[in-house]
């Protein structure tokens, strides 16, 4: 399985952007996908996740009723929407994919990554 994230930039305080994750592959359709960041300095840190057919959705508290992750098995793709942006949420966003049908929110659990896509939110 291959990703390639997409979406990123500059944003002002309150605004919104929407993430994507193209995969290839057929098998994606049975993975567990998730959505971390990395500010520099710090941890990977999981936002949020997804089963493989989007009926159950995980979220971390930092970004819960802010973001919301969601994926169109016709498209291959994961989509992370993210409004009321904060200076705090600037980071390198990667999408996962886990070959478990479990949920995890340790990056050490998930097998494939994407690039990253910077995001970059202005006061």
């Known amino acids: 399985v291959q990703l390639q994230a997409s979406g990123g930039g500059l944003v002002q305080t309150g605004g919104s952007l929407r993430l994507s994750c193209a995969a290839s592959?057929?098998?994606?359709?049975?993975?567990?996908m998730a959505w971390f960041r990395q500010a520099p300095g710090k941890e990977r840190e999981f936002l949020a996740a997804?089963?493989?057919?989007?009926?159950?959705?995980y979220y971390a508290d930092s970004v819960k009723g802010r973001f919301t992750i969601s994926r169109d098995g016709a498209k291959n793709t994961v989509y992370l929407q993210m409004n009321v942006l904060k200076p705090e949420d600037t980071a390198v966003y990667l999408c996962?994919?886990?070959?478990?049908?479990?949920?995890?929110?340790?990056?050490?659990?998930?097998?494939?990554w994407g690039q990253g896509t910077q995001v970059t939110v202005s006061s």
């Open positions: 996962a994919a886990r070959r478990r049908s479990t949920s995890s929110r340790v990056p050490d659990e998930y097998d494939y």
């Open positions: 592959g057929r098998t994606f359709l049975t993975y567990h």
């Open positions: 997804i089963n493989w057919n989007g009926d159950s959705t």
